[in-house]
């Protein structure tokens, strides 16, 4: 089946412009993850669904940083008032079920949106 | 809060050679989760380790969970080109928030 997907693949946006950026889950999974790379980072995590609800938004860097999940399939991932400092690619990844993780339940990550914000 | 180190940050090796790469913990982890990312790419699941003292092999990879539970290591024997890459640990919250290492760039000289 179809993995994670995400649009668009890369973004260039001028500084101060907003941006959404859109993941496609895997159809039926639970769970889902926002995260933002640097480069030569590892990914950082912004935030957690499960379903539509937003359980953890706990690494969302500022106010400016909206993510929402209304019908708990489709996620979008909004930057307002973009920064050079947001330049990164942002992660999505889904799992198929929420709640405590198990030893075959891993997390698929989607290519990613390469963001430049100039 | 949890902080997940990695060390070597880089690596080069020589085709045919083994290496490891290792991750440490400030605190006792739930589980550990190893990723590959290919330069350009994103990343890709291997394996994860559960149970204290765990070994789990693929291949010419071998993956270990300390006793403690605070570290793991990677080891790759006879190193090829495909194993080109970044490899990440991460260690995991019970819902599965992951917390990654800075990471190990891997570069394979034929």
């Known amino acids: 089946g179809a993995g994670v997907s995400q649009s668009p693949r890369y973004k260039v946006a001028k500084r101060g412009q907003d941006v959404a950026l859109r993941c496609d889950p895997i159809?039926?999974?639970?769970?889902l993850f926002w995260y933002q790379q640097a480069l030569g980072q590892g990914p950082e995590f912004l935030t957690y669904f499960q379903n539509e609800a937003q359980l953890d938004k706990s690494g969302l860097p500022s106010d400016r940083f909206f993510a929402e999940r209304p019908e708990g399939s489709v996620s979008t991932l909004k930057i307002q008032r973009t920064q050079q400092e947001d330049s990164a690619v942002y992660l999505c990844a889904s799992r198929r079920r929420g709640g405590a993780i198990s030893d075959t339940d891993t997390q698929y990550f989607g290519p990613g949106t390469r963001l430049t914000v100039l | 809060g949890q902080q997940v180190m990695q060390i070597p940050q880089y690596q080069h090796v020589q085709e045919g050679e083994d290496f490891t790469t290792y991750c440490n913990s400030s605190t006792t982890l739930s589980n550990i989760q190893w990723y590959k990312q290919r330069p350009g790419g994103h990343p890709v699941f291997l394996i994860q380790?559960?149970?204290?003292?765990e070994v789990k092999k693929q291949k010419r990879l071998t993956f270990q969970f300390g006793e403690a539970k605070k570290n793991s290591s990677l080891h790759i024997t006879a190193t090829q080109t495909t194993d080109v890459g970044t490899y990440f640990c991460?260690?995991?919250?019970?819902?599965?928030?992951?917390?990654f290492g800075a990471g190990t760039q891997v570069v394979v000289t034929p």
């Open positions: 380790l559960v149970k204290s003292g």
């Open positions: 159809s039926g999974h639970v769970s």
């Open positions: 991460a260690g995991a919250v019970p819902w599965g928030k992951l917390q």
